[in-house]
């Protein structure tokens, strides 16, 4: 059985060093070639721009500033459906005929709706740009929200949002949602609901997308085969034609409601547990100390303290994480797992604790200097390792205004910070006592419940 397992372990090194030498090289490549342009068309598009001539491909994304947090009261899962309807007929083409032309384009059209953004990409061959982009630009400008396109898709997000309805972790996510933010957007429902679904009609989504898609609130990264003045004649005759700014409704900041339980009596044999406490702004002068507090919290996978406490010296649970939640109008740091009904008040209480730790003692040496290592050699393989992944990042690093010389300054941003810094992020964010969602069988009478 030891060699079997000596031989399981050799094979899957042998793997993964093979992964290792095929990724790395363009890893490192597309790392090496990020020199970010900023391109202002004659209509003042602008857009981040990365050159990239090493295959001939053009990746397009884009974000308009809204998504869901702009459905309407009563109209939950309008954004979401309109979405998935951009690649289901435009212009004088109905959907089969849009889906034929978009092979023929030989390109990959996508859309999708978050709470703060509406995200839409195109990746598509450089001698087909031209075909390709036409069809992006019908998408963008003329939809046509067909009643056929539209029953289907709603049919299929509605059986997902009916199935998603006795799933437990999708109860907590509404409940934990709602006690979070009240009536707030962010405790909306994205997909929409059985109730709200079935009243949407086209006259909605062409009214959404009327007043959501504009050149004010559009927000560009295009990576690959393309140069800047192509690109300048590119994205006025894709995004020209639509209005200048957007009519959104406005959005309030919100913080999280914490100290407080939340308890959903469902039979599982397992219980989730969720821990919400205060998070920071992206752009806020401690946010990187915050940053490293939290990986060694809970967000590096297998290393963090949580996971050594819950997972490895107990066995609790196959995962626990903690995350930095960035949204546009608010921000909290959560703490995920779920574990065995009948030890998730010792996995709870051993949460409290590792927070209360690092809240009162900070991180050692050792510790911040491997979370930096981690942190600072990982961005390149998650984040620049394709085209498609550089365009995005160029969008989340214009949205969340962090400057285009970013990629540059981040190393140097990471390293700078000491362990008093940590120390002093972990105070402000780990004293506060958290919001906690518990989502299991009650507990046996008699027990800490």
């Known amino acids: 059985m030891m060699h079997f397992k000596n031989r399981l372990s050799t094979t899957a090194t042998t793997v993964f060093l093979a992964l290792l030498f095929l990724v790395m090289p363009h890893v490192m490549a597309a790392r090496a070639a990020v020199t970010i342009q900023e391109v202002i068309s004659d209509k003042g598009i602008k857009a981040w721009l990365v050159e990239d001539y090493s295959v001939p491909i053009v990746a397009f994304r884009f974000a308009f500033a809204g998504g869901t947090s702009q459905d309407p009261v009563g109209k939950d899962g309008l954004s979401n459906l309109m979405t998935g309807l951009f690649d289901e007929g435009a212009g004088d083409m109905d959907s089969d005929a849009?889906?034929?032309?978009?092979?023929?384009?030989?390109?990959?059209?996508?859309?999708?709706?978050?709470?703060?953004?509406?995200?839409?990409?195109?990746?598509?061959?450089?001698?087909?740009?031209?075909?390709?982009?036409?069809?992006?630009?019908?998408?963008?400008?003329?939809?046509?929200?067909?009643?056929?396109?539209?029953?289907?898709?709603?049919?299929?997000?509605?059986?997902?949002?009916?199935?998603?309805?006795?799933?437990?972790?999708?109860?907590?996510?509404?409940?934990?949602?709602?006690?979070?933010?009240?009536?707030?957007?962010?405790?909306?429902?994205?997909?929409?609901?059985?109730?709200?679904?079935?009243?949407?009609?086209?006259?909605?989504?062409?009214?959404?997308h009327k007043a959501q898609f504009s050149r004010g609130n559009l927000i560009v990264g295009v990576v690959g085969a393309i140069d800047a003045e192509t690109l300048k004649r590119d994205l006025d005759k894709v995004f020209g034609s639509l209005p200048e700014q957007a009519?959104?409704?406005?959005?309030?900041?919100?913080?999280?409601?914490?100290?407080?339980?939340?308890?959903?009596?469902?039979?599982?044999?397992?219980?989730?547990?969720?821990?919400?406490?205060?998070?920071?702004?992206?752009?806020?002068?401690?946010?990187?100390?915050?940053?490293?507090?939290?990986?060694?919290?809970?967000?590096?996978?297998?290393?963090?303290?949580?996971?050594?406490?819950?997972?490895?010296?107990?066995?609790?649970?196959?995962?626990?994480?903690?995350?930095?939640?960035?949204?546009?109008?608010?921000?909290?740091?959560?703490?995920?797992?779920?574990?065995?009904?009948?030890?998730?008040d010792e996995t709870l209480d051993?949460?409290?604790?590792?927070v209360g730790r690092m809240a009162d003692g900070g991180v050692t040496d050792k510790e911040l200097e491997d979370a930096k290592k981690y942190l600072i050699g990982s961005y390149a393989i998650s984040n620049l390792n394709s085209s498609s992944s550089i365009a995005s990042t160029l969008v989340e690093l214009q949205i969340n205004d962090l400057g285009k010389d970013y990629l540059e300054r981040r190393e140097a941003l990471i390293q700078a910070v000491t362990k008093d810094e940590v120390q002093k992020a972990a105070t402000r964010l780990l004293r506060t006592e958290p919001a906690i969602l518990i989502v299991g069988p009650e507990a046996p009478k008699g027990g800490k419940g």
């Open 247 to 344: 009519t959104q409704t406005p959005v309030v900041d919100v913080a999280p409601k914490l100290s407080q339980e939340i308890r959903i009596p469902y039979d599982l044999p397992q219980t989730t547990l969720q821990l919400a406490y205060p998070g920071l702004e992206r752009t806020d002068p401690e946010f990187f100390a915050a940053f490293l507090m939290n990986h060694i919290l809970g967000g590096g996978t297998f290393s963090s303290r949580l996971f050594d406490e819950v997972r490895e010296k107990r066995g609790l649970a196959y995962g626990v994480d903690s995350s930095l939640m960035n949204r546009k109008h608010t921000n909290a740091l959560v703490i995920s797992t779920a574990t065995r009904s009948d030890r998730a």
């Open 98 to 208: 849009f889906q034929e032309k978009l092979d023929d384009a030989g390109a990959e059209m996508g859309f999708n709706a978050v709470r703060d953004a509406t995200y839409g990409s195109m990746r598509m061959l450089a001698d087909q740009k031209d075909e390709a982009l036409d069809l992006l630009r019908l998408a963008i400008e003329e939809p046509r929200f067909d009643q056929a396109p539209i029953d289907r898709i709603r049919s299929q997000i509605l059986s997902g949002v009916i199935a998603k309805a006795k799933d437990p972790n999708t109860i907590a996510g509404f409940a934990w949602s709602e006690a979070l933010y009240g009536d707030h957007a962010y405790a909306r429902r994205d997909d929409g609901t059985e109730e709200t679904l079935p009243k949407l009609t086209a006259a909605d989504l062409h009214a959404l």
């Open 350 to 354: 051993i949460i409290r604790a590792e």
